[in-house]
């Protein structure tokens, strides 16, 4: 694992429960702002044990992104749905409501 891909993983670890960050707002807080598709690589370079809550994060027009693995957006649906996030009929979550503001 790099440096840099445990940055991104540090600050997910800080999304709170309930919230959801973007790809590109994590890339801006770990100081690499064209960095949105580094950020996913990351995260899907993290395996099922690992305890970072890869699910609160979301592309900018707040729907989970395709994955290679089946059925993994469905599951990120599902982790987020228990937290309390909800979604619009077009699959999208209002980011006004769920975007994580960092203190």
Known sequence: ???HDQQIY????????????TYGQIARL???PNGARQVGYALARLYDTDDVPWHRVVN???EISARA???CEDYQRSLLEDEGVTFNLDGRID????LWARN
């Open 30 to 32: 770990v100081d690499k």
């Open 10 to 21: 540090d600050m997910v670890c800080r999304i709170p429960e309930g919230y959801v960050a």
């Open 95 to 98: 980011l006004t409501r769920y």
């Open 69 to 71: 693995k089946p059925g």
């Open 1 to 3: 694992m790099s440096g």
């Open 60 to 62: 900018a027009r707040g």
